[in-house]
């Protein structure tokens, strides 16, 4: 019996010093984790400094609770505060305008004036307001008012070159301005701005209005219907045919010269104008372009003879180049025969003593060319006394070419002296 009980006594001790262990090991545990979190938060910091700043953007002021049948006037969409905030590093890169509203509260607000406090409110629970600029605004109120005011259409950009609107038509013809009685009251009209541009047919569709004073700014009121409908009812009044461009040339080029060719830039042109200008239009040409006397190439810009009505796209001038160059020809020579090569003691002649040269080249060139610059040789080295049938050889200047030469052969006689 005393066995058991030390046995029990013995089992109880070694339960006792297992929980023992356990407790101090869970303790150690338990140290452990709230030294990392700590550590983890020391670190993050360090990574992840908060910062403190304005805001780069301007926050709109709203505002709320407006007495019924009254309307702020200075407080306009131009009313905006600054805001200081201190949130994490990268807390900065995520935020947006959206993320904040500023308001001014206008319940109880019975005054004419009153400068009320701003408040901002951000969205975001890691970011925290430190200041407001400016902290407070004035805030005029004035009765809600309503006036009829007139639609009136602003063309902003007309129907391209050869369109025109005939009839241009807006419905309703008079809308319902609401708002501070101020504002309404500078209201000058709802406009529509029409853009016309590239447009070749007639339209119609909705425009939304906008209220303008008579200077054209706009004014902040609400406007009922906030569209209208416009209908432009758009013709053709102008066509377009492209012409060959002819240029108008007078005189005559210097003497031995051609027009090689004329060239205009541009070649074709788009002639504008109605259906019966455009038919009567033959020949598209130019102002006059002397040549009378040149030697060379003749270049000048002038203007297109267009019948009243017509105009060109573009310049109404071109260039025309008018190449002027030496004009061929062929001229015949009479050139002397002689002979080159007798040997000492004998003597020679030629039947017959002269031929007939036909040279070609530029007519300049040939009319300036001299008898003695072509020459006609023939060859009679080591031959002896007797009668031969020769050709003569043909010395010709530069930029002259042999056409013929008449007769082709001569008879020379050696004999001795």
């Not at 000492?344 to 007939?356: E, F, K, M, R």
Request: charged letters at 15%; zero cysteines.
């Amino acid at each position: 019996m005393q066995s058991l009980t030390d046995l029990t006594k013995t089992a109880m001790g070694v339960l006792r010093d297992a929980f023992d262990v356990a407790r101090h090991t869970m303790t150690l545990g338990l140290l452990s984790l709230a030294l990392a979190v700590v550590i983890w938060f020391v670190v993050s910091d360090a990574e992840n400094p908060p910062q403190t700043g304005f805001f780069a953007g301007m926050i709109p002021v709203q505002a709320v609770n407006v007495p019924q049948g009254k309307a702020p006037t200075s407080l306009s969409e131009t009313a905006q505060v600054k805001v200081k905030i201190t949130a994490d590093k990268d807390v900065w890169d995520e935020l947006s305008i959206d993320d904040f509203k500023a308001t001014v509260d206008l319940s109880g607000v019975t005054q004419t004036q009153a400068n009320l406090p701003v408040l901002v409110a951000v969205s975001r629970s890691d970011v925290k307001i430190v200041q407001i600029t400016p902290p407070s605004v004035d805030v005029v109120l004035e009765p809600v008012t309503t006036q009829t005011k007139p639609v009136k259409i602003n063309t902003v950009a007309v129907a391209p070159a050869g369109f025109s609107v005939t009839e241009q038509n807006v419905s309703p013809e008079m809308v319902q301005v609401t708002g501070p009685q101020s504002l309404v009251e500078q209201t000058d009209a709802a406009w529509v701005d029409l853009n016309l541009t590239g447009t070749q047919v007639s339209m119609e569709r909705d425009f939304v209005l906008m209220a303008r004073d008579k200077d054209g700014r706009p004014v902040n009121v609400h406007i009922e219907p906030n569209t209208a409908k416009v209908s432009v009812t758009i013709v053709r009044t102008d066509w377009v045919l492209t012409f060959p461009v002819n240029p108008s040339i007078s005189g005559n080029v210097g003497a031995g010269y051609r027009t090689a060719a004329v060239e205009v830039d541009p070649p074709f042109v788009n002639v504008r104008g109605p259906v019966d200008v455009l038919q009567s239009i033959s020949v598209l040409t130019t102002d006059t372009i002397p040549v009378d006397g040149a030697e060379s190439d003749v270049q000048r810009s002038v203007q297109l003879r267009l019948p009243a009505g017509a105009t060109v796209d573009g310049s109404s001038e071109v260039v025309v180049r008018v190449r002027v160059e030496p004009a061929p020809g062929q001229r015949n020579f009479e050139v002397a025969v002689q002979t080159a090569g007798l040997e000492q003691g004998l003597a020679s002649s030629v039947t017959p003593n002269g031929v007939t040269v036909t040279v070609a080249g530029p007519l300049p060139v040939l009319d300036a060319l001299a008898g003695d610059a072509i020459t006609a040789r023939v060859e009679v080295t080591d031959l002896a006394p007797g009668a031969y049938q020769l050709t003569p050889k043909i010395e010709l200047p530069t930029n002259v070419q042999l056409v013929a030469v008449a007769p082709p052969d001569v008879q020379v006689t050696v004999s001795v002296q």
